[in-house]
């Protein structure tokens, strides 16, 4: 008993901190007479919270209102100048790197173009080694300042605790479409990467951090459940039950890129057939458009080549439309709607949003034949309550959701600054199959998704 109440006593002070920087992130600027209410704290709890954040810089006045015959009152705000935090989009044709201050404003960027099928580990830790150097020079900013990197990456995340005998290896990448086998990427960015030790880095499949960041900032804000489908190269999504900060209940990613669309189908990246990925992903409609006998240079790359496609199927008025581009686009948003079915029969959500550098392109113009494909698809009740939308953020959206994830964690943790790992001396793994990373001990907790 006595050690439950010494850890609840320990953990009532971070909650605490954590209840009243939640409110403010994500409603203020708010009073103190407003954050009790908001927050369920006593006037004294929130008076002692606000003197302690305030004392840490990372909260801040935002002006004054008026009160109803009192004082004016004070309004407080998280203090963008708190903290620094790092986005990372390791995505199939290009990498961005963002950072941001808290307020997630970003200071500074760069990106890494990538060769076609130029996945290779060793070049991919080297681009954001380069790139987290280049946006701190950028902006001038001290390392230190660092909460946490936040990296989103195609494929399977395990995330494996620290072990006597194996060693923290930290999340692990399953990327069977980039030939990616059980790669320990965070042990890797940990022993090439140039920040303070104590800086976490937080990975997770891309797809679940655009939803993250639609559900916090953009489409699917205010929304109970929400599904949000990544269209890039590769094709992936991520469920959202509403809970921004529960990273059990919150999202979760999915391999819907390859759910089957088509028996007998074309052949996947994957290896399997049929799969919606085959059809929907930029890289399988640009081998699709060529194979068809598109106007398509053969080295050129996924962009350019959806460009291309969206250019003879849409052509300036007095242009008759190529019909092939016509046919090809309408077999993709057919593909697309009975997988869009699927999530609502599924998961019932409210809404669906595309995004993903692709989806923003054929977004606008197959978005109409998309819903009605999908009302076809999926049973009628369940379509009726469901919207399927754009997403609003853009083509940074990975980007922003990858920062927030050392934010969740900031704001989990009351505003406390990260701790320097504990060192167990055990030396990390080679790189395995994904029977070796199971044999022999627990099977590790697994995010899913696709890339894009």
Known sequence: MAERNRRTVRDLRRGNRSRVLQRLYFDG???????GPATGLSSGSISNVVAELSAENLLEEAGVVDSDGGRPRTLLRVAPGGGLLIG???????????????????????????????????????????????????????????????????????RHAPDGSVGDVGSVVHGQTIDWSAVPFERLLRDAVRVPPE????IDNGAKTLGQAEMWFGGGRGAGASAIALIGSGVGACVNHGD????????????????????????CRCGSIGCLEAYAGAEAMRERWHEAGGPLPADADDETALAALLAA????????????????????????????????????????????????????????????????????HAAARTTIEMGRLGPDAVTVGAATLPLADFLARGGSRPSPPPRTGAAAPALRTPADAVRGRERPRTEQGAAG
């Open 29 to 35: 600027p708010l009073s103190r007479q407003e954050l």
């Open 88 to 158: 990372i989009d390791i995505g199939e044709t290009r990498i961005r790197v963002e950072l941001f201050d808290l307020s997630l404003t970003e200071l500074a960027r760069t990106e890494r173009l990538l060769a076609q099928h130029g996945y290779d580990v060793d070049r991919i830790v080297g681009h954001v080694r380069s790139g987290v150097a280049d946006v701190l020079r950028d902006a001038g900013a001290d390392p230190h300042r660092l909460l946490g990197i936040g990296i989103g990456v195609p494929g399977i995340i395990e």
């Open 313 to 380: 199927a849409y052509p300036p008025p007095g242009v008759e439309p190529d019909p092939v581009a016509v046919a090809l686009l309408d077999e993709t948003a057919e593909c697309l709607g009975a997988a869009l079915g699927d999530l609502i029969n599924l998961f019932l959500p409210e809404r669906i949003l595309l995004g993903g550098w692709a989806g923003l392109l054929i977004g606008p113009h197959l978005l109409p034949d998309i819903r009605r494909y999908a009302q076809e698809y999926a049973l009628k």
């Open 199 to 202: 800086v976490p880095f937080f």
């Open 244 to 267: 921004l900060l529960d990273e059990d209940r919150g999202s979760q990613a999915l391999e819907w890129g390859h759910s089957t669309v088509q028996l007998r189908g074309r052949r």
